[in-house]
């Protein structure tokens, strides 16, 4: 089976994990920005697309995907919780926070409205899931409600090796295929990056705290924010 991702970066995630569980299958991503970092040329983009037997993709932002295909695209969740991190605070809660005499020290142990950016990320990954048409069974959006008790992402969009392995599960169940070779649950929890994808945030104590998590928090994910909370003081 020919399978081509149209996607942000979760896309090359998904590969990683669908290629592991069907190595039979012909498996390739199509990130959004493809063209732009020149991997891919708009006409191959089109030309994958045209030979697939299955093309998954994420809607992009400025328009409907278009590229000609055998069957329907399907399409597919985008996973978005930027809650937990340092790096996600807006500039207004910044200004806000300094106009109350906060420092940089204190940030990492504030309360950036972290619950209610929480759930706010989780109301708008449902509505994206509505708006987009996502199928039912390729829904992600339930996962993400149990990201206090495990880490389920290294930033905002980077879910963790988990959530790849599930959701790598879930698109089998909606093809009805079994898998060959899956990464063991052990191995996704000891590395949990092993689609290799790039950048790693920090949750702070503060957002630690303020969410309930079960992780971050941690004096290196302190120091982090901290680098961070500077910046956004020069």
Same mark, same amino acid.
């Given at each position: 089976?020919?399978?081509?991702?149209? &996607?942000?970066?979760?896309?090359?995630?998904?590969?990683?994990?669908?290629?592991?569980?069907?190595?039979?299958?012909?498996?390739?991503?199509?990130?959004?920005?493809?063209?732009?970092?020149?991997? +891919?040329?708009?006409?191959?983009?089109?030309?994958?697309?045209?030979?697939?037997?299955?093309?998954?993709?994420?809607?992009?932002?400025?328009?409907?995907?278009?590229?000609?295909?055998?069957?329907?695209?399907?399409?597919?969740?985008?996973?978005?919780? /930027?809650?937990? +991190?340092?790096?996600?605070?807006?500039?207004?809660?910044?200004?806000?926070?300094?106009?109350?005499?906060?420092?940089?020290?204190?940030?990492?142990?504030?309360?950036?409205?972290?619950?209610?950016?929480?759930?706010?990320?989780?109301?708008?990954?449902?509505?994206?899931?509505? &708006?987009?048409?996502?199928?039912?069974?390729?829904?992600? /959006?339930?996962?993400?409600?149990?990201?206090?008790?495990?880490?389920?992402?290294? &930033? *905002?969009?980077?879910? &963790?090796?988990?959530? +790849?392995?599930?959701?790598?599960?879930?698109?089998?169940?909606?093809?009805?295929?079994? /898998? /060959?070779?899956?990464?063991?649950?052990?191995?996704?929890?000891?590395?949990?990056?092993?689609?290799?994808?790039? *950048?790693?945030?920090?949750?702070?104590?503060?957002?630690?705290?303020?969410?309930?998590?079960?992780?971050?928090?941690?004096?290196?994910?302190?120091?982090?924010?901290?680098?961070?909370?500077?910046?956004? +003081?020069?």
């Amino acid at each position: 089976m020919i399978i081509r991702l149209l &996607t942000n970066c979760q896309g090359k995630g998904l590969e990683v994990f669908l290629k592991r569980a069907r190595p039979d299958w012909d498996i390739l991503c199509l990130p959004h920005l493809a063209t732009f970092y020149n991997e +891919f040329s708009e006409e191959q983009i089109a030309d994958e697309c045209a030979k697939a037997d299955l093309v998954f993709y994420h809607e992009k932002h400025d328009h409907p995907q278009n590229y000609p295909t055998k069957v329907p695209k399907i399409p597919m969740s985008v996973w978005y919780q /930027s809650a937990p +991190f340092m790096a996600q605070i807006t500039p207004e809660m910044w200004a806000e926070y300094k106009a109350n005499g906060g420092t940089p020290e204190d940030a990492v142990h504030h309360d950036f409205d972290y619950q209610k950016r929480w759930n706010n990320c989780i109301s708008r990954m449902k509505e994206k899931e509505e &708006t987009e048409q996502v199928p039912n069974s390729l829904r992600m /959006s339930w996962m993400m409600r149990n990201g206090k008790e495990e880490q389920f992402q290294l &930033t *905002c969009n980077h879910p &963790t090796s988990w959530v +790849f392995r599930i959701w790598s599960d879930i698109i089998l169940m909606f093809l009805r295929k079994d /898998s /060959s070779s899956r990464f063991p649950y052990e191995e996704c929890l000891e590395n949990k990056n092993l689609a290799g994808l790039p *950048c790693e945030e920090s949750a702070t104590s503060g957002a630690r705290k303020a969410l309930g998590l079960s992780w971050g928090g941690s004096h290196e994910d302190d120091q982090s924010g901290l680098e961070i909370d500077r910046k956004a +003081f020069a």
